[in-house]
């Protein structure tokens, strides 16, 4: 699904990505987990066609970035750590304007179906910049997968959120992964990340430097495993 | 679920609509542009004292300067709402071609321009006692200048988004690129008003046709490269 071999980029003369390799199956969910400037969000800014790669090869759903980029951003969800909504509309109206961005057919039903998937339907008429946080956050993501995307990325997607609105986003973000779906997920949050992740991958100074299943810490836990990756 | 690519023309469109059902919630474009070009019309008619005479020679002079710094208003505004929320990379992030966003937002930025002077035109016809204004040629005018005044500010704007000093810097880069469309706007206008033969001003009309067709089909080509990081 997510295919990405010696990724380099460069920002003038600082290298943030130093020849990263990554990949990701349908129906995997990976947490990418590493300190601050790391280079996660530059890694799926890339991945979501946001940012040129400066060197290496990178695939998703099949095709190339940067170079098929609009097929790929057609199979590709997206939640950073803005919802990418308008406070001056209504919940509704914003899923009706992504669907028509994504060429979304039946969109009315699609909306209404998305909108209580993410327990939202009460509120479809009220405008977004009423909403608290973590409401606004469990639109974005209902705004990434209106268009039933192959695979989806969240980027910090607990930034700001209290406790209630965390456990509430948990429930979507399981049901979202549920189906079948590549998802790649970037998390200080280890615990949560630990929940919901099949894979963890650490990335520190531009490069994956450890990876592991979940069924690997039987003996151990994630945040000892953080550590070491860290600390080689 | 099914899905079929938008079109540039239905994105476009999908974008000017949105803009449109969110400024006319808010209103807080509309109303800033309203009160800014209505306060310059009051300070010119201060300013130069206008008596009946020296109005026919200065009315387009006027009238464009009053349009060009109330559309810098919102040009300014309509892009940096979207940076500032970030929902410049939801955008982005749609699988059309991304000049799209360009048109999108050129023609809410027009419909704003247009609904200003729609508004204020009558104003001035009535302060200064000139129905001239109304001409159809005339009017003609003012939506070929407002279309490429709107379409290299909408791409500039764009572009000053992305910098920190995006509210001086829009004026400093638009004003003298957008020279050219706004000394022929005024001499065709200008002309009408003081009832030249159509032969005189088809040099300065047939100059803002070709400047506009450049500026869309320029900004229709580069705007990817703008808004790329």
């Known amino acids: ?232 | 679920m099914k899905t079929s690519a938008p079109s540039l023309f239905s994105a476009a469109l999908a974008i000017a609509r949105k803009d449109l059902a969110a400024e006319f919630r808010s209103r807080e474009l509309i109303s800033a542009m309203l009160v800014f070009a209505m306060l310059v019309i009051l300070i010119f008619n201060f300013a130069l004292e206008l008596d009946v005479g020296v109005r026919q020679s200065v009315t387009a002079g006027v009238l464009w300067t009053t349009f060009a710094f109330a559309g810098t208003l919102g040009l300014n505004r309509s892009m940096a709402v979207e940076k500032d929320r970030g929902c410049m990379d939801g955008l982005l992030l749609a699988p059309v071609d991304r000049s799209a966003i360009f048109f999108g937002k050129a023609l809410s930025n027009l419909a704003f321009m247009l609904l200003v002077e729609a508004i204020v035109l009558p104003l001035y016809a009535l302060l200064y006692n000139e129905t001239r204004v109304f001409k159809l040629e005339f009017l003609g005018v003012l939506a070929l200048g407002s279309i490429g005044y709107i379409a290299v500010g909408t791409l500039l704007s764009a572009m000053s988004a992305q910098t920190r000093t995006r509210d001086v810097l829009l004026p400093i880069l638009l004003f003298p690129v957008a020279v050219p469309v706004l000394l022929a706007s005024v001499k065709a206008s200008g002309g009408i008003i003081a009832g030249l033969p159509f032969e005189e001003i088809l040099v300065p009309l047939n100059l803002l046709i070709v400047y506009d067709v450049i500026f869309v089909a320029v900004s229709f080509m580069i705007f990817d490269f703008i808004v790329e990081e």
């Open chain 1, 1 to 232: 699904m997510i295919e990405v071999k010696k990724l380099v980029k460069r920002f003038g003369l600082k290298t943030v990505l130093k020849g990263l390799d990554f990949s990701a199956q349908a129906g995997e969910f990976v947490a990418l987990l590493g300190p601050n400037g790391a280079g996660k969000t530059t890694f799926l800014r890339i991945l979501s066609s946001l940012s040129r790669p400066t060197l290496g090869s990178v695939r998703v759903a099949g095709y190339s970035l940067p170079d098929e980029s609009a097929k790929v951003r057609a199979r590709l969800g997206v939640v950073s750590h803005q919802p990418l909504l308008y406070p001056d509309l209504t919940a509704e109206e914003n899923l009706q304007f992504y669907a028509r961005m994504y060429g979304v057919v039946n969109r009315a039903a699609r909306v209404a179906e998305i909108l209580d998937m993410v327990g939202l339907e009460k509120r479809r008429r009220d405008l977004v910049g009423a909403f608290s946080r973590g409401m606004q956050q469990r639109l974005a993501i209902g705004r990434a997968v209106l268009h039933d995307p192959e695979a989806i990325l969240f980027d910090e997607p607990y930034t700001g959120l209290d406790q209630d609105a965390s456990e509430m986003l948990d429930g979507v973000l399981r049901s979202v992964a549920a189906q079948g779906r590549a998802v790649v997920m970037t998390s200080h949050d280890l615990v949560r990340a630990e929940s919901l992740a099949t894979r963890f991958d650490v990335l520190t100074r531009g490069a994956i430097v450890a990876s592991a299943l979940r069924d690997d810490f039987q003996n151990s836990n994630l945040m000892d495993f953080y550590k070491k990756a860290l600390a080689a």
